[in-house]
């Protein structure tokens, strides 16, 4: 019965792929990207178990905020890129995050990051890759893969989203809702509600566009962000005072340099 396949997620949105198929074509695009170190070095977690033993509290505190869907079903495995002069991070469909360090020495607060973080788990929690790719592919294409009947065509599409990662832009629509949803993750944790606010005022303050990262897609502007992610932390009612944790200095001054 291929009715039975079609499911909706969380919010009603009409996803031909079951979250079985999110995490398939997760575990392959993370392979890809393992076997390209010549667009992505990875950073090897046994040389710097610090930073990301660091990243995974700051991943557990918003995975323990109630409002991730796929807490359980997804990896929610963290990567850190080489990459100095890349403001960037990504997530792909099931949950596998990527953030150069470029990024993570940008930013001035773990609060920053955190924001950062919610924004890429909530892309990979809202299946906003998924919902692109089926736009893209079409639903029969997708609905073979999720039956079973094109074998070869996950691995097909795992190597064309890990060849266009980096840069991979969402609709406004995307990027707002990441946006939300990162407040939202965040206002159960010790991190600023607005964190994903702070990374765009700094941006500005800086007149700094040189290379536009994935969550700073050309629409909507920075400012019309900084203004959706302050009125979602004033609906919510949720701190938008720093944490103060000192330990975001050391896992900067710990990267390579
Ligand atoms: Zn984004």
């Known amino acids: 019965m291929i009715m039975g396949l079609l499911s909706c997620d969380e919010n009603h949105h009409f996803v031909v792929f079951s979250i079985q198929n999110d995490v398939d074509l997760g575990k392959q ?11 992505y070095k990875i ?20 995975l323990n905020s109630g409002e991730i869907s796929y807490k359980d079903e997804f990896a929610w495995e963290l990567y850190v890129l080489e ?6 991070a990504f997530a792909t469909p099931g949950g596998y995050i990527y953030i150069y360090t470029g990024l993570i020495k940008y930013l001035d607060h773990a609060d920053d990051l955190a924001g950062v973080l919610g924004h890429e788990m909530a892309h990979a929690d809202q299946r906003h890759s998924i919902r692109n790719l089926q736009k893209s ?3 029969e ?17 795992a190597g064309q989203i ?16 990441a946006d939300s949803h990162s407040v939202a993750y965040l206002s159960h944790t010790k991190y600023a509600c607005n964190g994903a606010a702070l990374f765009f005022i700094k941006l ?15 629409h909507p502007n ?30 900067k001054s710990s990267l390579p340099n």
């Open 162 to 177: 890990a060849g266009t990662l980096a840069g991979l832009k969402f609709s406004r629509e995307f990027e707002t809702d």
């Open 43 to 62: 950073l090897p977690q046994s040389s710097y178990p610090q930073v990301y033993n660091y990243l995974y509290g700051m991943r557990d505190a918003i």
């Open 29 to 39: 695009v993370k392979q890809e990207i393992a076997s390209d170190p010549a667009h």
């Open 137 to 139: 592919y079409g639903v």
């Open 222 to 251: 920075p400012e019309n962000r900084i203004e959706n992610i302050n009125k979602e932390a004033a609906d919510l009612k949720c701190s938008t005072a720093l944490s103060g944790d000192a330990g975001y200095d050391q896992i």
């Open 141 to 157: 294409a997708l609905l073979a893969i999720a039956l079973g009947q094109n074998p070869g065509a996950l691995e097909q599409i």
């Open 83 to 88: 990459g100095d002069s890349t403001l960037n």
């Open 204 to 218: 500005n303050e800086q007149g700094d566009s040189a290379q536009p990262p994935e969550f700073l897609s050309t």
